[in-house]
C-alpha cells in the first residue's frame, strides 16, 4: 500500500515539475513568432530605404533633360508654366518700356527748331546705333554666359549619377541584379558622361534616355507600390518626342508600338480609383499615335510632353493609394 502511494507522490511531483518547462516552450515560440515578425518588418523598412536611393538616381536623370529642356516629367508642372509666364510678362514688360521711350523721343524730335531737325535726327540715328549694338553685343554676352552655366549643371548632374550609382550598386547586387543589368546600366553612363563633352544637346538628351531605359529593370528588384512597366511607358514616349524632333520617324512608329503594348499590359490592372486618370492617359496616347502616323513633329512633340504629364500623374496616384 505504502509502495503504490510513493510511487503516486513520484508521478505526481514529476508532472509537476514538468509543468514550468512546457509553459516555458509555449513562451519561446511565441517569441520566436515576435522576433520573425520584428525581423520580417525591419527587412521591408530597409527594402523601402535601399529604393530610395534608386529614386534618387532617377529624379537626378529628369533633371538633366529638365535643364537641357527636353520632355523630362516634371516639364508641365505649374512651377515651370508660372516660370514661363514670369517670363512672357518680363518681356511684355520690356516692350512697352521701349514703346513708351519712343514715344517720348518722337515728341521732343517734334519740338525742334525746323533748321536743327537734320542734324539732331543724325545724332539720334547715332545714338540708337550705338545702343542697339551695344544691346546686341550684350545680349549675345547673356546668353553666351547662360550656355555656359547650363552646360556647367549637366555635368555636375552627370558627376552626381556616379556617386549614386556608386551608392545604389551594392544594394542591387544584395537584391540579385544581375551583372549584364549592371554593365548595361554602367556602359550607358560612361557614354552619356563622353557625350556630354561634345554639348550636343540632342546626343546628349538621346544618351540619356537611353540610361533610362535601365531604369525600369532596377525598379523591378524592388517590391513596388506601381509596375516598373510605367516606367518603361515614360522611357518610349521620350523616344517619341526626342524621335520627332528630328524626324526620325521609322524608330518612332516602333517606339509608338512598344508604348501601346506596355500601356496594354498596365492598363488592366488599374484599380476603379485609377480609372479616370487611366482614360485621361489612354485618349493622349491615342492622341499621339495620331500625329505620329501624319510625321507632324510639332504636334508629336506637344502630345509626348502631354503623355507623359499624365503618366505622372498615374504614378501619383499610386502613391496615394497605399
Excluded at 539732331?120 to 545702343?131: A, F, L, M, V
Excluded at 544691346?135 to 552655366?149: R, S
Aim: aromatic share 6%; hydrophobic share 30%.
Amino acid at each position: 500500500m505504502f509502495g503504490r502511494n510513493t510511487f503516486a507522490y513520484v508521478l505526481l511531483t514529476s508532472l509537476l515539475l514538468s509543468m514550468p518547462a512546457v509553459v516555458s516552450g509555449c513562451s519561446g515560440g511565441s517569441g520566436r513568432q515576435q522576433g520573425e515578425q520584428l525581423k520580417a518588418a525591419q527587412e521591408k523598412m530597409t527594402e523601402e530605404k535601399e529604393s530610395e536611393k534608386l529614386k534618387k538616381l532617377e529624379a537626378k536623370i529628369e533633371s538633366l533633360f529638365e535643364t537641357l529642356g527636353g520632355p523630362a516629367m516634371k516639364t508641365e508642372t505649374g512651377e515651370k508654366q508660372e516660370d514661363r509666364q514670369h517670363e512672357e510678362h518680363g518681356k511684355q514688360s520690356h516692350g512697352q518700356g521701349d514703346s513708351r521711350q519712343e514715344s517720348e523721343n518722337k515728341q521732343q524730335e517734334s519740338g525742334q527748331k525746323e533748321d536743327g531737325k537734320q542734324e539732331n535726327e543724325q545724332q539720334k540715328n547715332g545714338k540708337e546705333s550705338g545702343r542697339k549694338g551695344s544691346q546686341d553685343h550684350g545680349g549675345q554676352k547673356e546668353d553666351k554666359q547662360k550656355e555656359e552655366d547650363k552646360w556647367k549643371e549637366v555635368d555636375k548632374i552627370i558627376n552626381d549619377l556616379h556617386y549614386l550609382w556608386n551608392d545604389l550598386m551594392p544594394e542591387i547586387t544584395k537584391k540579385g541584379a544581375d551583372m549584364k543589368l549592371s554593365d548595361a546600366f554602367a556602359g550607358s553612363l560612361n557614354s552619356l558622361t563622353t557625350k556630354a563633352g561634345s554639348r550636343d544637346r540632342d546626343k546628349v538628351m538621346a544618351a540619356a534616355n537611353r540610361l533610362y531605359s535601365h531604369i525600369p529593370d532596377l525598379f523591378s528588384l524592388y517590391r513596388l507600390k506601381m509596375s516598373p512597366e510605367l516606367k518603361r511607358m515614360v522611357y518610349y514616349t521620350r523616344n517619341i518626342v526626342l524621335g520627332s524632333e528630328k524626324d526620325a520617324w521609322e524608330q518612332t512608329g516602333k517606339d509608338m508600338e512598344s508604348l501601346e503594348k506596355s500601356w496594354s499590359l498596365l492598363r488592366n490592372t488599374l484599380e476603379e480609383e485609377q480609372k479616370k486618370i487611366g482614360d485621361k492617359l489612354d485618349l493622349s496616347i491615342y492622341e499621339l499615335k495620331k500625329v505620329v502616323s501624319e510625321k507632324n513633329g510639332q504636334l508629336a512633340v506637344i502630345k509626348g510632353r502631354i503623355v507623359l504629364n499624365n503618366i505622372s500623374g498615374l504614378a501619383e496616384s499610386y502613391e496615394k493609394k497605399i
